[in-house]
C-alpha cells in the first residue's frame, strides 16, 4: 500500500468508531444484554480473521478496500464489545478491589499479547510463505472463538438501566 493508504487505513476505522461511540450505550439498553452484545461483537471480531486472510492472495488494488471495509467493521465490533464488557464487568467486580484486578487482568493480558506476537512471529520465520500468515489468521479466528466459550461462562447480574438527568442528542 502507498502512504496515502496507510493513512486512510490508520484513521478512517478510528473516526468510525469514535463516531459510533454516542449510540453503543443507546444500542446496548436496547439490545438488553450486555452479556450477549459482547459475544456477538466478539464473534464478529473472531470471524473477521478469515476474510482478512484471503487478502493476502487479492491483488492489491482490490484489498485495500475490502481490508478498509473489514477494519472498520473490526473497529465498530472492538468499540461495543468493549463498552459492553466494561459496564458488564462494572457490576460484577467489586469497586474496592476494581483496580487491583484490572491491574492484574491487564498485566496477565499483556504478557499473553507479548507471547503470541512472539508466537506469530516464530510462525510466520519458519514458513516464511504467505501460508505462514493464512496460519496465523486462522490460529487467530480459532482462539477468538474459544475465547468466546469463557465470555459466555462470566454470569451477567440483572442490566439496570441509570439515566443521570442527562439527554444526548444532536
Known sequence: FNNSQIGLLASIPKLI??????????????????????????????????PAA????????????????????????????????????????????????FGRRDMVAGAAGLLTTLLGGWILGITETISGFATVFVIGTFLGLVSISFLRAVPEPEYKIIHFGHNFSF
Do not use: C
Not at 468508531?17 to 471480531?45: C, D, N, V, W, Y
Not at 484471503?54 to 472498520?72: D, E, V
Open 54 to 101: 484471503t487478502l493476502l492472495l487479492m491483488p492489491q488494488s482490490q484489498a485495500f478496500f475490502l481490508f478498509l471495509l473489514i477494519l472498520i467493521i473490526y473497529s465498530a465490533a472492538i468499540s461495543t464489545l468493549n463498552t459492553a464488557w466494561a459496564s458488564w464487568m462494572a457490576d460484577i467486580v467489586p469497586e474496592k478491589v476494581r483496580g487491583s484486578y
Open 17 to 50: 468508531s469514535a463516531a459510533i461511540q454516542p449510540f453503543i450505550g443507546h444500542l446496548i439498553e436496547q439490545f438488553g444484554s450486555r452479556k450477549r452484545m459482547a459475544t456477538i461483537s466478539k464473534l464478529i471480531i473472531s470471524l473477521l480473521w478469515l
